[in-house]
């Protein structure tokens, strides 16, 4: 079990937001083994750049320009104009990038199929219920569903914050310093070093 102060120092998080996950938190560390200083370090240094210090727990997907969309989403918007329906339209975007299954819970769970199996292994039915990802306790339960069906136990074992982003974000590795960072932070809080 973490603490309050721990989570905070680990996440960067408010007090506040600390005090609404942190029994959440420890719930789902606990059902997904992540029960090792290193592994509840790479775990929350993940939701803290995943879900902005436990700030959101769904991607925000309201953009005022279509330069910008095709900027950030070149292969869906090839030039601005083709972008066009979907600025300031964030459920025309989550259809147009996810067919309407965009980032929710702290890690941002994304696609209908994860959605399904998130759901189903945790008994809810996420796929007719999607919001019910905002719910602290389902968020932060689908993040550690979606890191024990990933195995980020493993390189979190090695202290591996490169390979758990690459699991987590693909091969952009979105934040990778930024997600190091809050695993030092997280390390220390936890460790007492």
Not at 45 to 68: F, K, M, N, P, Q
Not at 95 to 114: A, S, V
Request: hydrophobic share 40%; charged share 20%.
């Amino acid at each position: 079990m973490i603490t309050l102060t721990q989570l905070q120092q680990g996440t960067g998080a408010t007090e506040e937001n600390a005090e609404k996950y942190l029994d959440a938190i420890n719930a789902a560390m606990e059902w997904a083994e992540i029960n090792t200083p290193k592994r509840q370090a790479a775990f929350l240094a993940t939701i803290a750049v995943e879900s902005g210090s436990l700030r959101a727990v769904e991607e925000g997907l309201h953009y005022r320009s279509a330069d910008r969309l095709a900027k950030i989403f070149p292969r869906v918007f090839p030039t601005p104009e083709s972008a066009i329906s979907c600025v300031a339209n964030p459920d025309a975007l989550s259809q147009k990038l996810y067919n309407g299954f965009h980032g929710r819970g702290l890690i941002q769970l994304t696609w209908e199929r994860n959605y399904k199996a998130c759901g189903d292994a945790l008994g809810i039915d996420l796929v007719s219920n999607p919001d019910e990802l905002l719910d602290p306790s389902i968020a932060a339960m689908s993040a550690a569903w979606f890191w024990k069906q990933n195995n980020c136990n493993a390189p979190a074992d090695q202290g591996d914050m490169d390979r758990v982003t690459r699991i987590v974000n693909g091969p952009a590795k979105l934040h990778l310093q930024e997600r190091i960072a809050f695993y030092v932070k997280a390390l220390a809080a936890l460790t007492g070093n």
